[in-house]
């Protein structure tokens, strides 16, 4: 199948499978990113059947390494819409990855204390009976918690 493109022909041949196979993401993830605007629709054969090119595949690669590293929908949709505009500056881009990292490094911090307090729940249980147990009383009573995030 052929498709017209800015001018240019350019062969339109991989199926959603095959699409799913080189570029490791699911077929329903595919259909949700073309749903949600993240993938352009595609065009179909006369038998309705979803057509791809390398453009695709190369998008979609982008959009799984994006959901890989944490970006969220609307991030991935700003930073696909400047990847169409090369000669910009990148200012936006590299606040939007600034926002994430900073969402993950609050994201490690608790993560981080919650480990401190499961450690300090297991290492004070005296493996005696379940009504002396500190898991299950930390678990009762939250003021119990050491760390102020868990209060």
């Given at each position: 199948?052929?498709?017209r493109?800015?001018?240019?022909?350019?062969?339109?041949n991989?199926?959603?499978?095959?699409l799913?196979?080189?570029s490791?993401?699911?077929?329903?993830?595919?259909?949700?990113?073309?749903?949600?605007?993240?993938?352009?629709?595609?065009?179909r054969?006369?038998?309705?059947?979803?057509?791809?090119?390398?453009?695709?595949v190369?998008r979609?690669?982008?959009?799984?390494?994006?959901?890989?590293?944490?970006?969220?929908?609307?991030?991935?949709?700003e930073?696909?819409?400047?990847?169409?505009?090369?000669?910009q500056?990148?200012?936006?881009?590299?606040?939007?990855?600034?926002?994430?990292?900073?969402?993950?490094?609050?994201?490690?911090a608790q993560?981080?204390?919650?480990r401190?307090?499961l450690?300090?729940?297991?290492?004070?249980?005296?493996?005696?009976?379940?009504?002396?147990?500190?898991?299950?009383?930390?678990?009762?009573?939250?003021?119990?918690?050491?760390?102020?995030?868990?209060?």
């Amino acid at each position: 199948m052929l498709q017209r493109l800015e001018g240019r022909e350019e062969t339109m041949n991989i199926s959603i499978g095959e699409l799913s196979r080189q570029s490791g993401v699911k077929v329903p993830t595919i259909r949700y990113y073309e749903q949600v605007g993240l993938m352009p629709a595609p065009p179909r054969t006369e038998g309705q059947q979803r057509r791809y090119g390398q453009p695709e595949v190369s998008r979609l690669n982008f959009i799984r390494h994006a959901r890989e590293l944490g970006f969220e929908v609307e991030a991935i949709r700003e930073l696909l819409a400047m990847s169409g505009n090369p000669d910009q500056s990148c200012a936006e881009a590299d606040a939007i990855a600034r926002r994430h990292l900073a969402e993950v490094e609050r994201r490690i911090a608790q993560l981080t204390a919650l480990r401190t307090e499961l450690q300090r729940m297991v290492t004070e249980c005296s493996h005696g009976r379940v009504g002396e147990c500190r898991v299950i009383q930390v678990l009762g009573d939250h003021g119990e918690c050491a760390h102020e995030r868990h209060r």
